[in-house]
T-cell receptor, first 116, second 114 residues
Framework: DTGVSQDPRHKITKRGQNVTFRCDPI?????LYWYRQTLGQGPEFLTY????????KSRLLSDRFSAERPKGSFSTLEIQRTEQGDSAMYLC??????????????FGEGSWLTVV | GDSVTQMEGPVTLSEEAFLTINCTYT??????LFWYVQYPGEGLQLLLK?????DKGSNKGFEATYRKETTSFHLEKGSVQVSDSAVYFC?????????????FGKGTKLTVNP
């Protein structure tokens, strides 16, 4: 396994611009998660997919945020009309099966977003 | 909703010192419990986990015991090393309504000096 891969690792954008992050999960992992981590805080859940179905979205995910996983493999997280408060690290994770049954969730190294 | 309270950091220790990082949680039912570690510039890595009461998770010399009666999952290591310097996160797993999400604490930064 090559691990969970995220791209880009760093992004600086001007307020009001749109940004898109990509996540490639570990091969054959059917569950994919997005979390957001701001400086000095723990990660906060945003959304997760089982295969291509988006099963849950946090209230943190405003209308400006959209996530997709079109073929049940890679996923994208788009932020429209970015605001300075969107500056954070966006973490992707994947697992095979449910965590509650003992499976492990693996995190990527994250995509840092800075909105100026 | 579920929440986690972790010991405030930063924590600074000398090499070979004993480490305890306290973690208590509030949750519905008895969730699986996890400790994750984040080394500088890296993503989160699973350190250890426990899936039911009285279970002890262990890895790399770290241990944590699932205490149902005190809703705690304190992390311990008998002798820390410089390479243990990182941020440690406690996280119960919320599975309400078929959901499956980790609820992270704020993290505790550990610095180990030679």
């Amino acid at each position: 396994d090559t691990g969970v891969s995220q791209d880009p690792r760093h992004k600086i954008t001007k307020r009001g611009q749109n940004v898109t992050f990509r996540c490639d999960p570990i091969s054959e992992h059917n569950r994919l998660y997005w979390y957001r981590q701001t400086l000095g805080q723990g990660p906060e859940f945003l959304t997760y997919f089982q295969n291509e179905a988006q099963l849950e979205k946090s209230r943190l995910l405003s209308d400006r945020f959209s996530a997709e996983r079109p073929k049940g493999s890679f996923s994208t997280l788009e932020i429209q009309r970015t605001e300075q408060g969107d500056s954070a690290m966006y973490l992707c994770a994947s697992s095979f099966g449910t965590m509650g049954s003992g499976n492990t969730i693996y995190f990527g190294e994250g995509s840092w977003l800075t909105v100026v | 909703g579920d929440s986690v309270t972790q010991m405030e950091g930063p924590v600074t220790l000398s090499e070979e010192a004993f480490l305890t990082i306290n973690c208590t949680y509030t949750a519905t039912g008895y969730p699986s419990l996890f400790w994750y570690v984040q080394y500088p510039g890296e993503g989160l890595q699973l350190l250890l986990k426990a899936t039911k009461a009285d279970d002890k998770g262990s890895n790399k010399g770290f241990e944590a015991t699932y205490r149902k009666e005190t809703t705690s999952f304190h992390l311990e290591k008998g002798s820390v090393q410089v390479s243990d310097s990182a941020v440690y996160f406690c996280a119960p797993l919320n599975t309400q309504g078929g959901s499956e999400k980790l609820v992270f604490g704020k993290g505790t930064k550990l610095t180990v000096n030679p």
